[in-house]
């Protein structure tokens, strides 16, 4: 699909004048997705969610799988009640800008900066959040060059791996799909989308790029040791991100959770988008066991999707730390 974003030009009707959207919050701002974002933000909403929510700490942008600028998010979380808010795009830190920076102070929006960083534990692929780092640590800088190397090599392999399937991957349009952002899986799915050969994204990923799928292509990514090395040394705090998507069991999550703590790991995500309440006890029970901070946060990456909706999500229970206190 191709983004459509617009200047908000204020008609006298009150109206975007690209989008047509009437909303006063989209028509207020200095940047929207005329195509998204105008039919999501809700004024009342926000007045409503505003004295329950602040801190939304993962969400993602169009430099990487997310659907939206990172103006647009800015937005969206002021609209929303959030005012603290950390864009972690996968393994690049583009979003981040000096105007970005502006923008959020002129909004009353708290803006930590963050990504999300691949790696791997005992041959398992990991995520690790970096927050409140600092994005000029020439260190850290490297390895979001390093990043964005694994991530090219692995979208070769897959058009390699796809291609023995009889699928046809234009690398070239891959990466136009991903523009400006970088290269992942949702962006393959994409293509094969628009080429015809396959008729959905969730399609794509059941048959073809989802887990342990001819298409789900391990990188060469660091170790995890490493990963939560450069967020340290960048004056960063790692948080393990969605700790219960990772498909193992309790003893083994356990074992993740003593190696990140001894290599530096300071934070878990106990609200990961839309919980039950038994999952968020279990991740604010680990978070005290290991003497974790809490962290919080919707994994947005597009409208429409309320298992990971912008700043809709609960507080962080009773009882835990709040990350931010690592911070403030």
Known sequence: MV???CWAVLEPAGKCARSGCRNPVVVAMAFCNAELLCNVVDPL???FMSAS????LH???????????????????QSRGVNQLAITDHDTVKAYSPALAANAAELGVSLISGCELSCQWQ?????????NMNLEDTAFRQAMLQQAEARGHRAEAIARALARLGFTVDLAQVQELAAPGILGRPHVAKHLVATG???????????????????DIKANWPELETVVGWIVRAGGVAVLAHPLKYKVTLTKLRGLLDDFKQVGGQGIEVISG?????RVKTLSDLASRYDLHASMGSDFHTPGQPWADLGHIQSIPEGCKPIWQLWS
């Open 197 to 215: 050969q396959q008729p959905s994204m969730a399609a794509a990923f059941k048959r073809v790029l989802g887990d342990g799928k001819a298409g």
């Open 274 to 278: 839309h919980q039950e309440p038994s």
């Open 123 to 131: 041959r398992r692929g990991i995520h690790i959040i970096g927050l």
């Open 3 to 5: 983004r459509t974003h």
């Open 45 to 47: 909403a926000a007045i």
């Open 53 to 56: 929510i602040h801190s939304d």
């Open 59 to 77: 969400c993602h942008s169009h430099f990487s799988d997310g659907s939206l600028s990172p103006e647009a998010l800015l937005f969206l979380a």
